[in-house]
């Protein structure tokens, strides 16, 4: 069974930063692309950023320059990087990557979400 737990949310000012983290455990052959997406109340979840195996990434306009999204094959964790927070950056984020387990095929697995508040 695969699990990707996430940490790293809360409350910030406008301005400040955050890093969110995701593990991913259980039994895992491969781990493809991780990419973590948001949703605001009211809102369709969002794709925020992305990485793939080889390390190249791609961001929401919104989030680029801002936002750094990095990953630890050797720990199967993702990190976001999050600076420059604004109140639009409220959300809940889930981490989301395609994992191969053993033996099974390539499935899409999604973290239990955290929250991200940016509030003066």
């Known amino acids: 069974q695969v699990q990707l737990v996430e940490s790293g949310g809360g409350l910030v000012q406008p301005g400040g930063s955050l890093r969110l983290s995701c593990a991913v455990s259980?039994?895992?052959?491969?781990?493809?692309?991780m990419g973590w997406y948001r949703q605001a109340p009211g809102k369709q979840r969002e794709l925020v950023a992305r990485?793939?195996?080889?390390?190249?990434?791609n961001y929401a306009d919104s989030v680029k320059g801002r936002f750094t999204i990095s990953r630890d094959n050797a720990k199967n964790t993702v990190y976001l990087q999050m600076n420059g927070l604004k109140p639009e950056d409220t959300a809940v984020y889930y981490c989301?990557?395609?994992?191969?387990?053993?033996?099974?095929?390539?499935?899409?697995?999604w973290g239990q979400g955290t929250q991200v508040t940016v509030s003066s």
């Open positions: 989301n990557a395609a994992v191969t387990p053993m033996r099974r095929p390539s499935y899409d697995y």
């Open positions: 259980g039994n895992i052959f491969s781990i493809d692309t």
């Open positions: 990485i793939f195996v080889g390390g190249s990434t």
